[in-house]
């Protein structure tokens, strides 16, 4: 993607106040998930172990690399609730083509390129059409759904080959294959976010997108990209879940999209646009995954897995207003 060299004179750089803010509000978030293990290791000494953070990191690796795309649509004012939708039709039609006799790495192939251009359709919706993303992802979060249970008859399909399962329960030097994938993939939304001038162009236009039109910044080529890598990366966290539990089926990512969204604004990012950091959603991710593992480990009850959840996006979205509206004084 390509900028004019002069089309960031309307992106407010992040002010002293909320790059304090930043800093604080992760400082803030290593410190609680500090206060959990420490809490969590009294209470079951089992559960900070080595090699059982080891087994349950195994769950979080979809949420975390759906974390990441999530935080640049956020930064720019959108939202994407297909996500979940959006690996449960990936991942049909990976379980489709292995059935139909398609080499099984050519079916992980076509899921994340389904990814794609579903993530490139609300895309369209959003930047061409100009529908709010609101609406055009939550008509595609049913949308996407039904379409996976129609095609696949709700039926799971499993018998994926044991070279397949390596992508989501081997390891590489003691390290989870997909830990590996996401460190690359946070690295380059990282260094992308931070460190080139697409990565400044997201933020002003989560500050004030009008005045980044008039500046000459293709805003709509940016919204279309962000959510295209959106489905796209949704598309690989399918292929990652269907080697890990060996079945593809059309109910995978319920839900996800509450998680990743509560990841993302517990790291830092508002949800008004304009501001957010990779470190801090990483951050937001490590303490929903060791507070819901916690809570299961503990008592093994979702309800109160769903509560905790709620408090927690609500307390960060509360902080971040307060500490706004202070700044604003």
């Keep these: 993607m390509v900028l004019p060299s002069g089309g960031l004179g309307a992106a407010p750089p992040e002010t002293e106040h909320m790059t304090r803010f930043a800093y604080w509000h992760e400082t803030v978030l290593a410190g609680l998930l500090v206060a959990l293990l420490v809490t969590a290791g009294w209470l079951e000494p089992a559960f900070v172990r080595p090699g059982t953070q080891l087994e349950l990191s195994t769950h979080a690796w979809e949420l975390a690399l759906l974390a990441l795309p999530m935080t640049a649509v956020i930064i720019t004012g959108g939202i994407d609730l297909s996500v979940g939708s959006v690996m449960a039709l990936s991942a049909v039609v990976l379980g489709l083509t292995f059935e139909a006799h398609v080499p099984v790495w050519i079916g992980a192939v076509l899921a994340v390129l389904t990814g794609l251009v579903a993530g490139l359709l609300n895309g369209v919706f959003v930047a061409r059409v100009k529908v709010h993303p609101l609406i055009v992802t939550l008509a595609t979060l049913s949308a996407y759904r039904g379409v996976a249970e129609g095609i ?35 690295v380059v939304f990282g260094f992308l976010l931070a460190r080139t001038v697409s990565g400044r ?40 879940f269907v080697a890990r539990r060996n079945t593809a089926k059309a109910d995978i990512g319920t839900g996800m999209e509450l998680d990743v969204i509560t990841a993302v604004v517990l790291g830092g990012t508002s949800i008004f646009g304009g501001h957010g950091r990779i470190p801090g959603t990483l951050l937001g991710v490590l303490l929903i995954h060791e507070t819901r593992e916690f809570v299961s480990w503990r008592w093994n009850n979702d309800e109160l897995i769903f509560v905790v959840t709620g408090v927690l996006l609500i307390a960060s979205v509360l902080i971040h207003s307060l500490f706004t509206a202070r700044g604003r004084e």
Excluded at 162 to 179: E, K, Q, T
Excluded at 223 to 239: E, F, N, Q, T
Aim: proline share 7%.
């Design 152 to 186: 696949s008859l709700a039926r799971p399909i499993s018998g994926f080959p044991d070279g397949f399962a390596v992508l989501g329960r081997g390891s590489l030097l003691g390290v989870p294959v997909p830990g590996l994938i996401f460190a690359v993939a946070a």
């Design 201 to 240: 162009a997201v933020y002003a236009i989560g500050h004030n997108e009008t005045a980044c039109r008039f500046s000459g910044i293709p805003v709509d080529r940016i919204k279309l990209m962000l959510y295209s890598v959106s489905g796209l990366m949704a598309g690989l966290a399918a292929v990652l």
